[in-house]
């Protein structure tokens, strides 16, 4: 049998040779070109013919014989017998019969389409000032974690997260949220599309309703989406989340998505009688609400507005927080706090959905947050991010006028800004990136009917320093 081309050029120049042979005989057999029954010569036979070493041949017989494509008895090593093709198969296409797609509810996820990821240019919502991380603390933090690392931190973390790390969680909630919250009620997750995923999965069953704010924020909708539940959309105004009798008769959810202390994307505040009024909605309906608390520690003047959970006892509240903002997002860790009653089932549960990682960062985040450092440095971003929103928007009202509407701002990294009917924003948005800026449409953010025509402008990378010349660009988008 002649079978010089099995290493005849070209030949890979970043493959072993065995892993050559390997491949072509693979092929071969999987093609056609060595039928079924077929004879391969002896492996001291082929190495010869080849003028290769038998190990080389060796190899390649083996991982075949492994994977069944041939088989070797005491007559030697023949090609073995694959499944029969449909007839009217071409012997060398490998086409699958129907065409290769996503699942419904990710095709719906993906509508409409991601709008352009521009997290690196200014004005981009979300963006934490990186250069002011403390990079020394951390650091040091996360040799000590390396140090003294066991077979605990290198494995899966433990059910709800490092112990550590969740009684440190507790001490900062307790002292600078003013949540009495004990560490077993935390569950640490990897950041807060994870902490979505899990309670849209273990507090909903396949079908349930969930309520998301509109505007809001579209991430929430996507883990809601694939998790198989149905979102319908509840207005959101000048008070916060705004849902009618219509929607409580008509629509009765199984879970409500708020972010009532700084409204993504719009920045309004809920205001008390609401959130009352939405808990005692949620009472009435066996429905729970996630609090998404992710720009709470970034207040800009006051103290934070009281957070759902805990608001009223035996609240149906889960309340949702990250590092991503307050850190950074490549961090990932996040977690949820529960009511006390499902803390222990759903940790367990979660344990089983995730294997959770990052131990290492985890004992150093606790760490971290015990000496002190993470209060620290919320202190310094919170005065530094108030200068930097107080300096634009001086900018926006010297470019645009006194009367350029803005909202939100009293916490977290953006500002709205609102534009006349006449002019899109997502055509701004679209001659902005041209200038290099990453604002964002509001108009993004909402579903028909309600229509939102205003910017997104990020404000957390933003230095100072940089903030003129981007206003003056901003202004060249939107008046071109």
Same mark, same amino acid.
């Given at each position: 049998?002649?079978?010089?081309?099995?290493?005849?050029?070209?030949?890979?120049?970043? /493959?072993?040779? !065995?892993?050559?042979?390997?491949?072509?005989?693979?092929?071969?057999?999987?093609?056609?070109?060595?039928?079924?029954?077929?004879?391969?010569?002896?492996?001291?036979?082929?190495?010869?013919?080849?003028?290769?070493?038998?190990?080389?041949?060796?190899?390649?017989?083996?991982?075949?014989?492994?994977?069944?494509?041939?088989?070797?008895?005491?007559?030697?090593?023949?090609?073995?017998? +694959?499944?029969?093709?449909?007839?009217?198969?071409?012997?060398? =296409?490998?086409?699958?019969?129907?065409? /290769?797609?996503?699942?419904?509810?990710?095709?719906?996820?993906?509508?409409?389409?991601?709008?352009?990821?521009?997290?690196?240019?200014?004005?981009?919502?979300?963006?934490?000032?990186? %250069?002011?991380?403390?990079?020394?603390?951390?650091?040091?933090?996360?040799?000590?974690?390396?140090?003294?690392?066991?077979?605990?931190? +290198? %494995?899966?973390?433990?059910?709800?997260?490092?112990?550590?790390?969740?009684?440190?969680? =507790?001490?900062?909630?307790?002292?600078?949220?003013?949540?009495?919250?004990?560490?077993?009620?935390?569950?640490?997750?990897?950041?807060? !599309?994870?902490?979505?995923?899990?309670?849209?999965?273990?507090?909903?069953?396949? $079908?349930?309703?969930?309520?998301?704010?509109?505007?809001?924020?579209?991430?929430? &909708?996507?883990?809601?989406?694939?998790?198989?539940?149905?979102?319908?959309?509840?207005?959101?105004?000048?008070? $916060?989340?705004?849902?009618?009798?219509?929607?409580?008769?008509?629509?009765?959810?199984?879970?409500?998505?708020?972010?009532?202390?700084? !409204?993504?994307?719009?920045?309004?505040?809920?205001?008390?009688?609401?959130?009352?009024?939405?808990?005692?909605?949620?009472?009435?309906?066996?429905?729970?609400?996630?609090?998404?608390?992710?720009?709470?520690?970034?207040? &800009?003047?006051?103290?934070?507005?009281?957070?759902?959970?805990?608001?009223?006892?035996?609240?149906?509240?889960?309340?949702?927080?990250?590092?991503?903002?307050?850190?950074?997002?490549?961090?990932?860790?996040?977690?949820?706090?529960?009511?006390?009653?499902?803390?222990?089932?759903?940790?367990?549960?979660?344990?089983? =959905?995730?294997?959770?990682? !990052?131990?290492?960062?985890?004992?150093?985040? =606790?760490?971290?947050?015990?000496?002190?450092?993470?209060?620290?440095? /919320?202190?310094?971003?919170?005065?530094?991010?108030?200068?930097?929103?107080?300096? +634009?928007?001086?900018?926006?009202?010297?470019?645009?006028?006194?009367?350029?509407?803005?909202?939100?701002?009293?916490?977290?990294?953006?500002?709205?800004?609102?534009?006349?009917?006449?002019?899109?924003?997502?055509?701004?948005?679209?001659?902005?990136?041209?200038? %290099?800026?990453?604002?964002?449409?509001?108009?993004?953010?909402?579903?028909?009917?309600?229509?939102?025509?205003?910017?997104? +402008?990020?404000?957390?990378?933003?230095?100072?320093?940089?903030?003129?010349?981007?206003?003056?660009?901003?202004?060249?988008?939107?008046?071109?």
């Amino acid at each position: 049998m002649e079978l010089d081309w099995l290493l005849a050029p070209p030949l890979s120049e970043t /493959l072993p040779r !065995q892993r050559v042979l390997y491949l072509r005989l693979r092929d071969a057999i999987l093609s056609g070109r060595l039928a079924p029954g077929t004879r391969l010569p002896a492996s001291r036979g082929l190495a010869a013919s080849l003028k290769i070493a038998r190990n080389t041949v060796l190899f390649a017989y083996e991982q075949l014989v492994a994977e069944g494509c041939l088989e070797a008895d005491r007559q030697g090593t023949r090609v073995a017998a +694959l499944p029969a093709r449909p007839a009217g198969r071409s012997a060398t =296409a490998d086409v699958p019969t129907a065409p /290769l797609r996503l699942s419904a509810r990710a095709a719906a996820a993906l509508q409409p389409a991601p709008g352009r990821e521009a997290e690196a240019l200014p004005f981009a919502p979300g963006v934490p000032d990186f %250069g002011a991380f403390p990079f020394r603390s951390w650091r040091a933090c996360l040799e000590r974690a390396w140090r003294d690392a066991g077979w605990r931190q +290198l %494995g899966y973390a433990a059910h709800g997260g490092d112990p550590a790390l969740r009684q440190a969680l =507790a001490d900062h909630l307790t002292t600078g949220r003013g949540l009495p919250v004990d560490p077993a009620q935390i569950v640490i997750t990897s950041g807060t !599309q994870v902490a979505l995923d899990l309670c849209a999965r273990l507090l909903c069953d396949d $079908g349930d309703t969930v309520w998301a704010e509109n505007p809001g924020y579209l991430a929430a &909708r996507v883990a809601f989406g694939l998790a198989g539940l149905r979102v319908h959309d509840v207005p959101v105004d000048a008070e $916060g989340l705004a849902p009618s009798e219509e929607d409580w008769r008509a629509y009765p959810p199984r879970l409500v998505m708020v972010t009532p202390s700084h !409204q993504y994307p719009t920045g309004r505040v809920m205001t008390l009688p609401r959130r009352l009024a939405l808990i005692e909605g949620a009472r009435r309906t066996g429905a729970w609400i996630i609090e998404d608390d992710y720009d709470s520690e970034f207040r &800009r003047a006051g103290p934070a507005p009281p957070a759902l959970f805990g608001l009223r006892p035996d609240a149906p509240v889960v309340y949702v927080g990250t590092f991503s903002k307050t850190l950074y997002p490549g961090l990932r860790l996040g977690y949820l706090v529960l009511p006390e009653p499902i803390a222990a089932d759903f940790a367990r549960a979660a344990a089983l =959905a995730m294997r959770a990682g !990052q131990g290492v960062e985890q004992r150093a985040l =606790a760490d971290f947050m015990q000496r002190g450092h993470y209060t620290a440095h /919320l202190r310094r971003m919170r005065v530094r991010y108030a200068a930097r929103q107080a300096a +634009l928007r001086a900018a926006l009202r010297d470019a645009f006028g006194p009367g350029v509407e803005l909202s939100g701002g009293e916490a977290g990294l953006h500002l709205v800004m609102w534009l006349p009917p006449e002019v899109c924003d997502f055509e701004v948005v679209e001659r902005a990136a041209k200038l %290099g800026l990453g604002v964002r449409a509001l108009g993004r953010y909402a579903r028909a009917p309600m229509r939102c025509n205003g910017l997104v +402008l990020g404000y957390g990378n933003l230095d100072e320093g940089m903030i003129a010349e981007g206003v003056r660009r901003l202004k060249m988008a939107v008046s071109p």
